[in-house]
């Protein structure tokens, strides 16, 4: 079963913000929310996780709802090089910890 | 952030021959990491987990003496491809958690691109 859903693409014009949203409605009490994100032909890369709480790094901030069922990735000032498709993953904290991908939000940024 | 490296970058093979990909940890010891194969247009599929010093645990539907998985040190992983057939060319990509961290988030490798001809 998807653990999360997500639109399948998005459009955003270079400089905009890009929210990225993701349902996550059977989330657990241990679960958190990863976002990672793949540029064309390169391994994926981590940009954020998040409890409950909202997150904020150099890369993005996350929203997660006060129920946890959704949550948005923002990218306050989109450009060229974030054209990836994004990740929003669920998963217990651990180093065995597997990620489940699912297919992800095809972003394309615009001039 | 944590280095995941892996090599070669992209290998052709002829069918019927083996492949060996590497993946190592530079900057930390990882005694779990992970494979994953991902097809053109098409998300990551867990292959399998590599455990240092024990076998690896293998996804439903991946053969597990087909893809052999080796995790002899605490900073490298190898996944050879024995038999190939074109049907295995793929990215293959692996990625490992660097200890210590409360959410362990996964830091991966730039991928390997496997041709089979």
């Known amino acids: 079963d998807a653990k999360t859903t997500q639109p399948t693409s998005m459009d955003c014009a270079e400089g905009r913000a890009a929210n990225l949203p993701c349902n996550h409605s059977?989330?657990?009490?241990?679960?958190?929310v990863y976002w990672y994100r793949q540029i064309h032909s390169q391994g994926p890369q981590y940009i954020i996780h998040?409890?409950?709480n909202n997150e904020t790094n150099e890369m993005a901030s996350l929203i997660i709802t006060e129920d946890r069922k959704s949550s948005t990735l923002i990218l306050p000032h989109a450009t060229l090089r974030d054209t990836a498709v994004y990740y929003c993953i669920v998963s217990s904290p651990g180093t065995a910890s597997k990620l489940t991908f699912g297919t992800g939000t095809r972003l394309q940024v615009t001039l | 952030g944590a280095v995941v490296s892996q090599h070669p970058s992209w290998v052709i093979c002829k069918s019927g021959t083996s492949v060996k990909i590497e993946c190592r940890s530079l900057d930390f010891q990882a005694t779990t990491m992970f494979w994953y194969r991902q097809f053109p247009k098409q998300s990551l599929m867990l292959m399998a987990t590599s455990n240092e010093g024990s076998k690896a645990t293998y996804e439903q539907g991946v053969e597990k003496d087909k893809f052999l998985i080796n995790h002899a040190s605490l900073t490298l992983s190898t996944l050879t491809v024995t038999s190939a057939h074109p049907e295995d060319s793929s990215f293959y990509i692996c990625?490992?958690?660097?200890?210590?961290?409360?959410?362990?988030?996964?830091?991966f490798g730039p991928g390997t691109r496997l041709t089979v001809t």
């Open positions: 990625s490992a958690s660097p200890p210590g961290l409360v959410s362990y988030e996964q830091y």
């Open positions: 059977t989330i657990s009490g241990n679960e958190y």
């Open positions: 998040g409890l409950k």
